[in-house]
Every structure is written in structure tokens, then in C-alpha cells.
């Protein structure tokens, strides 16, 4: 079992930052791969970034590119998604995900969500 839990997430204008951060306890090993998703208010949830164990294969919704950064660190058991000039139609929940693929949809695991608010 792995458990995932967020944390990071609030209100912030137009052009702000956010980094959100995914905690992880339990059998990491068994999920390397980890990712982003995010579920605005009746719509359905949608990628967002995933990368590797190492960490050296990252991948992005094409919206997102150039302003939102994967990364982690398995020495602390944590993913983060550092999230650059943010706009209104980034509002979602943000949730940290874990499996053996999660671009194959190979998802294991689901963090409980965090919302991230962006005001025009």
C-alpha cells in the first residue's frame, strides 16, 4: 500500500505561483511512477504532468507547459509541481497519483486533492 498526501494549494491571482507538494508513505517502490492530475468544478479529471522514479523523463499537458515544473525527491518520499503564471482555467483540485505507468493509465494510487484557486 502507498498512501499520497497533498498539500500547497490555496488562492493566488493571475500571474502568481503556487508549488504543490505529494507526500508519500508505504511501498513507493511498488509505484514508481508519479503524476498530476486535476478536476475542475463538472469536468472531468484530466492530466497534468507525470514523471518517472528518476525523475529524468517528465512529461506535460500541453496548456501547462513552460509554466508548470515536475519533480521529486525520493530521498524525502515527495513529488512536487512547482506552478508558474497561473491563469483563471488552472482552478481545480490537484491530485497526486501513483503506479506503474500513469501516462499508460496504469494508476495505483489517488492523494485525497488539493485545491488551487486562481483569481482574475
Known amino acids: 500500500q502507498v498512501q499520497l498526501v497533498e498539500s500547497g494549494g490555496g488562492l493566488v491571482q493571475a500571474g502568481g505561483s503556487l508549488r504543490l507538494s505529494c507526500s508519500a508513505s508505504?511501498?513507493?517502490?511498488?509505484?514508481?511512477?508519479m503524476g498530476w492530475f486535476r478536476q475542475a468544478p463538472g469536468k472531468e479529471r484530466e492530466f497534468v504532468s507525470s514523471?518517472?522514479?528518476?525523475?529524468?523523463?517528465?512529461y506535460y499537458k500541453d496548456s501547462v507547459k513552460g509554466r508548470f515544473t515536475i519533480s521529486r525527491d525520493n530521498a524525502k518520499n515527495t513529488m512536487y509541481l512547482q506552478m508558474n503564471s497561473l491563469k483563471p482555467e488552472d482552478t481545480a483540485v490537484y491530485y497526486c497519483a501513483a503506479g506503474r505507468s500513469i501516462r499508460g493509465g496504469r494508476i495505483d494510487y489517488w492523494g485525497q486533492g488539493t485545491q488551487v484557486t486562481v483569481s482574475s
Open positions: 508505504g511501498r513507493t517502490f511498488s509505484s514508481p511512477t
Open positions: 514523471l518517472n522514479w528518476s525523475g529524468d523523463s517528465t
